[in-house]
């Protein structure tokens, strides 16, 4: 059988409550007298994922994802992950794909924040 349509959707949530602190020897600034500091985080993180994947014949496999999460807490930031693959099994448990990928990243009150394109080709070999 060379046709077969097949679809799947994944739905995803994770939640994560951290809070977490260590004595640090590492000095931010120059003191003519340090004093050794607390670092860590609190807060909370949540991550919602969803995938719908399609298999339009035998051997093809096509996917989209996106990924959101957002952390708020000691320091506030949030991601954006969209991914869209290809995938074609060649040989016997050996495939070669494509996948794009954006990401959107933002931390409240940063200039750090950046998006990021990334284009992957690949093989995959199972053994």
């Known amino acids: 059988m060379l046709f077969r349509s097949a679809f799947s959707l994944d739905a995803d ?3 994560a409550r ?3 602190k260590t004595l ?3 000095y931010f600034d ?3 007298n340090p004093q050794t500091t ?3 985080f609190e807060g909370d ?3 919602v994922a969803a995938t719908l994947g399609m298999e339009p014949s035998v051997g093809v496999h096509w996917e989209a994802t996106a990924v959101w999460t957002d952390t708020m807490g000691s320091i506030d930031l949030g991601t954006l992950d969209w991914r869209l693959g290809l995938r074609v099994d060649v040989v016997a448990k050996g495939a070669a794909g494509v996948e794009f990928r954006e990401i959107r990243y933002r ?3 940063s200039p750090d924040n950046y998006d990021a ?3 992957w080709l690949y093989w995959r070999q199972s053994f």
Do not use: Q, R, S
């Open 45 to 47: 993180t949540h991550t």
């Open 107 to 109: 931390e409240d009150g």
């Open 30 to 32: 120059p003191d003519p």
């Open 18 to 20: 951290t809070d977490t």
């Open 38 to 40: 607390y670092v860590g």
């Open 117 to 119: 394109a990334l284009l």
């Open 13 to 15: 949530y994770t939640f």
């Open 24 to 26: 640090t020897n590492f």
